[in-house]
Structures are given as structure tokens and as C-alpha cells.
């Protein structure tokens, strides 16, 4: 049983870690189009944006978990 919890808490970890590499990745590329891009309504930018959201929404939900 102890091992099934440490395996449980170290996969968390590892897809916490991995969700945070992603927003670190979405929130670089979105500061790299946002000096590109004249007009910061440009489809591109309103989906990298959206995908940043769904992200961080995604680590807040797994934040939360993890303390229940």
C-alpha cells in the first residue's frame, strides 16, 4: 500500500511538472507572437491564449486535487 501512494504521488508530480513546462512553453510563445502581431485580437494569438488558459485552469483543478 505504501508503494501504491509513493507511485501515486510521484506520477502527480511528474504531470504537474509536465503541465508546468507547458505553461512556462505557452506563456514564452505568447509573448513572442504579442510583439509580432500588430493586433493582439489575431486569431493566432486568441488561440495560443485560449490554449494558455485551458493550462492553467488544468494545474489549478491538479493543485487542487492534490490537497484533498
Known amino acids: 500500500m505504501f508503494f501504491s501512494e509513493s507511485t501515486h504521488h510521484s506520477s502527480a508530480k511528474t504531470g504537474m511538472d509536465a503541465l508546468l513546462d507547458e505553461i512556462y512553453r505557452l506563456r ?9 502581431v500588430s493586433n493582439l485580437s489575431s486569431p493566432r494569438l486568441v488561440e495560443v491564449s485560449q490554449m494558455l488558459d485551458e493550462k492553467l485552469n488544468d494545474y489549478e483543478q491538479l493543485k487542487c486535487r492534490k490537497y484533498w
Open 28 to 36: 514564452n510563445r505568447l509573448n513572442e507572437m504579442s510583439r509580432d
